[in-house]
């Protein structure tokens, strides 16, 4: 496994990394459905120091996320970059803290509810965390298990070559983001086709795998810094352009190319295969009666068109956190009725 001794980053072990990738918001996350992390078990391999795991588990609604690193004081890193985030998102003074506030209730919540609206990541300008230090993380029984950062956790492991607990469990979603290369220089085409079986197999039925695969040409200066990946080079056979032929062997549906983001060097595809079956996720209870709330406020607000329009004022909303749903109970000409606003994160429509 790579040390923090490691001065040569044969694995694409960058320490810094992303402050060559810069950006609040992943742009490969953005080219993805809106709903692909929801109520999922996601693991990110070769997660770095964690800045897109920490997104998939602080914005997309992830009941659990798993980043798994070679590198071990990449993986420090990113046990750092979680406090840090969480110590910049929006403090949780939300509607439903505001309720038991006014009720006067003492009861402790042990699962967030599901009205609990989306806190806002980067609250805080990151001077904050420099000038106070990082804030405490609430106790898992308190703020829950399934929401940020609680949902968060990380581990080193040359992932190819072991297993980690949490494999076990299998995954809805395996990411793997810019680390093809880095496996197939070292372990040449054995281990990449291995690295690809392998995710396959703790994927669920219905699961999804998403890969920004680097490019071949970028392969000659990775190759360069080191005499054993030289000579591996020379064995490889297989090229980029081959993964999607080789994955439809392993078992994966065919590949949906959701387009090429990046700057410069980075520019790369997203790709996104699955594995046949139906999805099993580990939806919440409380999400799910939220979901059938929904249902049921779009039956009874359809067809009533001409009440939707003598809106008069809000009289309360109600936000699920998985699902990214918002409706807004208004009263009207015949009495009380529910005015229902689906905000996802690429579209809003209003009903
Ligand atoms: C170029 S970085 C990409 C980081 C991140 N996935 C992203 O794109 O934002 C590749 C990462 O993969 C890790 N890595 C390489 N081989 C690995 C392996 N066999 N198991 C786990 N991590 C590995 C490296 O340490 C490095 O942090």
């Known amino acids: 496994m790579a040390s923090s001794s490691s001065t040569v980053p044969i694995y694409g072990n960058y320490h810094g990394y992303?402050?060559?990738?810069?950006?609040?918001?992943?742009?490969r996350l953005a080219l993805l459905p809106s709903t692909i992390f929801s109520g999922a078990r996601v693991l990110d391999v070769g997660c770095n120091e964690g800045w897109v795991t920490c997104e998939i588990a602080q914005s997309w609604g992830a009941h659990k996320v798993v980043g798994v690193d070679?590198?071990?004081?990449?993986i420090r890193a990113a046990w750092r970059r979680r406090r840090t985030v969480w110590s910049l998102q929006q403090p949780a003074m939300d509607e439903d803290a505001l309720r038991v506030a006014d009720t006067g209730s003492r009861k402790r919540r042990r699962e967030p509810s599901p009205a609990t609206p989306r806190l806002q990541p980067d609250y805080f300008p990151l001077s904050c965390e420099h000038e106070f230090g990082s804030l405490p993380v609430p106790p898992s029984d308190i703020r829950g298990r399934h929401v940020f950062p609680h949902n968060l956790s990380f581990r080193?492991?040359?992932?190819?070559a072991t297993r980690i607990p949490e494999d076990a469990e299998r995954y809805n979603v395996v990411v793997a983001f810019s680390i093809?290369?880095?496996?197939?220089?070292?372990?040449?085409?054995?281990?990449?086709?291995?690295?690809?079986?392998?995710?396959?197999?703790?994927?669920?039925?219905?699961?999804?795998?998403?890969?920004?695969?680097?490019?071949?040409?970028?392969?000659?200066?990775?190759k360069r810094m080191d005499e054993r990946l030289k000579e591996n080079a020379k064995t490889l056979k297989i090229r980029p352009d081959d993964f999607e032929s080789i994955?439809?062997?392993?078992?994966?549906?065919?590949?949906?190319?959701?387009?090429?983001t990046g700057e410069g060097g980075f520019r790369r595809p997203v790709d996104l295969c699955s594995v046949e079956g139906e999805a099993k996720k580990d939806v919440d209870l409380a999400n799910l009666l939220c979901r059938s709330f929904f249902i049921i406020a779009f039956a009874i607000t359809f067809p009533r068109q001409d009440d939707m329009k003598m809106t008069n004022h809000p009289i309360g909303f109600l936000?699920?956190?998985?699902?990214?749903?918002?409706?807004?109970?208004?009263?009207?000409?015949?009495?009380?009725?529910?005015?229902v606003r689906l905000a996802r994160k690429d579209a809003t429509a209003v009903i």
């Open 319 to 339: 936000h699920t956190g998985t699902f990214r749903e918002r409706a807004t109970f208004y009263s009207g000409r015949r009495g009380p009725h529910h005015r």
């Open 247 to 260: 994955l439809g062997l392993i078992g994966f549906g065919p590949a949906q190319h959701f387009g090429v």
């Open 18 to 27: 992303y402050a060559k990738r810069p950006s609040v918001r992943d742009p």
């Open 156 to 160: 080193t492991a040359d992932w190819v």
């Open 180 to 222: 093809t290369k880095w496996i197939h220089l070292n372990g040449g085409d054995e281990a990449l086709k291995a690295f690809f079986q392998r995710i396959f197999d703790v994927l669920e039925p219905g699961g999804t795998f998403v890969l920004e695969p680097q490019a071949w040409d970028t392969y000659a200066k990775a």
């Open 70 to 74: 070679i590198d071990e004081s990449l």
